[in-house]
């Protein structure tokens, strides 16, 4: 299992009062099929099986605010967090507690300021690709997910177990992916030639007082094996 990932959603979280609490929140932690930010050289989507397992396994995820155990908001356990899986996503629905956190995310909900969503989990199956522009995609095919949260500042953007899964798919290392270029990295997703082709062998470069940095090599060196197996 890969280590604990971020991300976050941008559709308004619902609010509604309640007479026996602050209120519920609800909102979708996950959209389907939808195009991440620019993640660091990579967009990401998520399938629409990708939390099928753990939404009906009910697995014992929970709602916590800015995702920080001082502000718990829900569990599943308890039946004060509900998740469904819809056409458009996973939609979470949470009955605020009568505490500080509740209370103080009821308030900011009543006034608007909510405005993202987030969802923290493993990646148990990614699937690489390229977008219909050419730029590197991956696809989230099966996730465990930890929580869900509504979030003031979407700053959970936190690339570096997508790179490395990028990396592992092309057998390339890390360092070679983050120096890799748009066209570079397509060319190994798709197969397809690099638009300026490598013709200067980095023995040859050295040679002449112009030796690059390893990540630069080992790309280079994949992009030749590329081309020796066409």
Do not use: C
Not at 113 to 122: E, G, P, Q, T, W
Request: aromatic share 6%; proline share 5%.
């Amino acid at each position: 299992m890969r280590d604990l990932e971020m991300r976050h959603v941008s559709q308004p979280v619902e609010f509604r009062s309640a007479d026996d609490g602050p209120g519920t929140l609800d909102g979708y932690a996950i959209v389907f099929n939808k195009y991440s930010q620019n993640l660091g050289g990579f967009v990401e989507r998520v399938d629409p099986a990708a939390a099928t397992k753990s939404v009906s396994d009910k697995l014992p995820v929970v709602a916590r605010y800015n995702h920080d155990d001082n502000f718990l908001l829900g569990t599943i356990e308890a039946g004060t967090l509900r998740l469904e899986v819809d056409d458009v996503g996973v939609r979470y629905i949470v009955d605020l507690p009568d505490t500080s956190a509740g209370r103080d995310v009821a308030a900011l909900a009543k006034r608007g300021d909510l405005r993202y969503s987030s969802f923290a989990f493993h990646t148990l199956e990614d699937e690489w690709d390229v977008t219909e522009q050419g730029f590197p995609l991956r696809t989230l095919r099966s996730i465990q997910l930890v929580d869900v949260a509504p979030v003031v500042n979407p700053a959970y953007r936190d690339s570096t177990v997508g790179v490395r899964s990028l990396a592992e798919h092309l057998h390339i290392e890390v360092d070679a992916v983050a120096a890799a270029s748009t066209d570079e990295l397509r060319s190994l997703l798709s197969g397809e030639p690099v638009e300026t082709p490598v013709e200067v062998r980095a023995d040859e470069q050295e040679e002449e007082g112009q030796s690059e940095t390893h990540p630069s090599i080992t790309m280079r060196q994949r992009l030749l094996e590329l081309d020796n197996l066409k």
